[in-house]
């Protein structure tokens, strides 16, 4: 039994009820010919049957987009809270959609609605403890597993996305969606058609003052609770701020650097090294807002205030990535693309290409250039994008998860992807506890980034 | 025999002929009554006798500012360059000054100038390589020593500024203009006064492209020759690019960084990670200049076009340090200055604090901030830097050098300082070549900075 044979046995045996929609895994082992047809053995469908694994803000948000499409079938829901379920069921009646299926009896709920034949691929928009296993059981039930962002936490749920993937062939795609903003798909644009010369240097991060995200006082109040006592993010995101001290957050901002960089295609991420400074903010903000005597006075909140990664890669590129969500400041992804050039940077919205830029030594508007470049994707889909979330990217994003479900390929944004990004949050804790001391990142393409061909954004398809 | 004794009579051995006029060694062990004049042996002088070792741009710079001022009289010069030093002689005598001493035979004819009796003080601007020796020489021969940027390019080098200055109890100033530069100071003005909080966070660099001050074909003409061939610093900066890797050049913005947190006054340095992208824009500028079959396409640049340095500190912050000189792009120190109630940032001009900016997660302009914070410096000052050297900032290095020197007190920056912040260089180096392990921050007060009070720019004086 030869390698690819084993493998698709090793789908075959996954894939439950589902057998019918599932990809071979001959899309993951030939990534140079990921999207042609002949190598997905199901046909392409003309409407994707979309089940929805957490339906609060950023699901429903997904939902609102679906139901935008006519190549979408929203069949099943699920939450455990009934209040959020609710919402997503009132978005299909409002929309005039046929009611969902819905779950929600429990945490384990999800099991079942993977268990639907009329489902082909799930989004799962969830607290991110539970991103890494819900999306290996979707990709072992036979569903295209899309996955909002980090997709893991640990290096062995990063290992689980991969081996999980090339052992069923089901794609599972880390819903990124900076990586579609309007400007930073420009600056691809860009890079690929060789402004910057070659790339020597990136910056990004995910610079978002977070305290009123992190606390509040339950639905629709403010306050300091987190945890049982609060609403939507504060009820679970805040305890990664107790208790991990390292870049809990990092694919907004490395996954667009690591499309420009062809992280994964041709190149990969080598090692990191971090640094945590201080943890103030969060204590700060409970002890202002409830007081010196506020239970939560008392909790050692371990997360750094700023945390700074940086990365090298196999072709010597540096890259810093900061994670900063603790203090009063406003809200910056920090990007930096620089090469032998020239530099973009976007809190000063400007750049400078040397023989293009007029004044030597001087930052230039970067608007006339992002206008000049704007991506493909972009020209084509404006329309559709309008009012969609994050200035339009929302729309992207889910858009790539439809298609390539639909086209029965990859997605553009795969597996290795997923645990690459994800993997500075265990690997930067890891270098914070021992001093800065860099960590090697895993090739999780088992060394096949050296083959793996470029495909995301292409053409104006996906 | 007590300490104080013992090295107080260390430096009296080691004064030579300026016996007179060198101050003990109590204005560095007792830091926090450093500007009292009674630890000071010497009586404060009216004006001080300048010697300048190093008559290039830089040290001809610093000439113009003295011959300027009334308390300062030029009575050596030392170049061994004659047209360099020719330069400086007709400064004087177009200011109507009277001649001075000139040395210059070989590289040592600086010794011969630190013999003479009618120098307080040495003004050293003179090739890197040279800066820690001379410096170490002028101390041993009772002169303040002022020593342009950076101090020390080894460990060792550091150490000798350090034990040579406490063996001597003569001063080293690190003339690092750029903790004078206006909206630097009204940014320590603001953080003094609490504005940003309990302090977190902090970024800062060198940001220049220099191509065509390391390469150049001789005076006045451009290309790509360095050492021999070229002209002014192309003839050895460039060499430091050809040999090292590391952060050649930390000081311009770690400099007003360590002030704005007390480093070595009850903060320190711990230790760093160092990241080195690979190195391409000088050989692609030799090629792109000179053709690919120039002699200088074969040499190989170690030094990384984007050296990226993170420092943590005693009390917690963390340090961006960038280094990036062999790229096109805008010249930027990238300033960021962060803490529990804002952020300053200079790339976009730009602050966010709590509480006084009108609109939440927004940049506001910095302008009149940094005008409603002027530093008392500015205030009094602004007039005698109308004109000095990058922007004005060049006068009040040199002020404070000369005002030190003539209260026969210690130097604002001193050789802590320089020890310090030099060190990142080595220290930087070491951590490339260890794959970014982190490297401990000697010392270099031997405990001392828990003790030492902060005493750059309390008022207006100097």
């Known amino acids: 039994m030869d390698r690819r044979k084993f493998l698709a046995a090793g789908a075959l045996a996954g894939v439950g009820t589902a057998l019918a929609s599932t990809p071979t ?89 993977l268990e639907r034949d009329d489902v082909d691929a799930v989004v799962i928009s969830t607290p991110w403890l539970w991103h890494a296993r819900m999306a290996v059981a979707a990709m072992k039930a036979g569903k295209y597993a899309g996955v909002e962002v980090s997709a893991a936490l640990t290096l062995e749920e990063c290992w689980d996305l991969v081996n999980v993937h090339e052992e069923t062939g089901v794609p599972v795609m880390i819903l990124e969606n900076v ?28 610079q978002h003052d977070l305290r009123e995200v992190k606390f509040n006082g339950g639905r629709d109040r403010a306050g300091v609770e987190f945890g049982e006592k609060a609403h939507s993010e504060a009820r679970w995101r805040t305890f990664h701020s107790v208790h991990q001290n390292g870049d809990v957050y990092p694919t907004h901002g490395l996954g667009p650097v690591a499309v420009m960089l062809d992280i994964n295609r041709g190149n990969r991420f080598v090692s990191i090294t971090s640094t945590a400074s201080k943890a ?18 008392k909790v050692e909140f371990k997360l750094g205030d700023v945390i700074t990664s940086v990365i090298r890669t196999q072709n010597g590129e540096s890259i810093i990535v900061s994670h900063d969500t ?53 020209k ?51 270098s914070i506890a021992m001093g800065g001391a860099p960590q090697l990142f895993p090739d999780f393409t088992r060394g096949l980034w050296m083959k793996r061909i470029q495909d995301f954004a292409m053409g104006d398809a996906y």
């Open 25 to 113: 895994i001959a899309s993951a082992v030939e990534p140079s010919r990921r999207r042609a047809p002949a190598v997905v053995r199901r046909a392409p469908m003309d409407a994707v049957r979309l089940g929805f694994i957490g339906t609060g803000g950023r699901g429903r948000s997904h939902v609102d987009l679906s139901v935008r499409r006519k190549d979408v079938v929203v069949t099943a829901l699920c939450d455990i809270d009934p209040i959020e379920l609710g919402l997503a069921e009132k978005q299909l009646a409002d929309a005039g959609r046929p009611k969902a299926a819905t779950y929600g009896a429990n945490e384990y709920s999800f099991l079942d609605l």
């Open 280 to 297: 103030r903010g969060l204590h700060k903000f409970v002890v202002d807002h409830g007081g010196p005597d506020h239970p939560n006075a």
């Open 380 to 430: 084509r889909f404006e329309q559709d994008a309008t009012g969609a979330g994050h200035g339009g990217m929302d729309f992207f994003v889910l858009h790539a998860f439809v298609e390539a479900c639909k086209a029965g390929a990859q997605t553009p944004l795969d597996a290795y992807d997923a645990a690459a990004w994800s993997a500075v949050t265990p690997l930067s804790e890891a």
């Open 326 to 378: 603790n203090l009063p400041r406003p809200y910056s992804l920090g990007f930096r693309v620089q090469g032998t050039n020239g530099i973009w940077m976007d809190v000063n919205r400007s750049l400078y290409i040397e023989g293009v830029s007029k004044r030597a030594h001087a930052w230039e508007e970067a608007a006339p250039y992002l206008a000049q470049y704007d991506h493909p994707l972009w």
């Open 179 to 206: 990586c579609y903003r309007r400007d930073v798909m420009a600056i691809l644009n860009m890079v690929r058609q060789g402004l910057f010369g070659e790339l020597i240097h990136m910056e990004c991060g995910y």
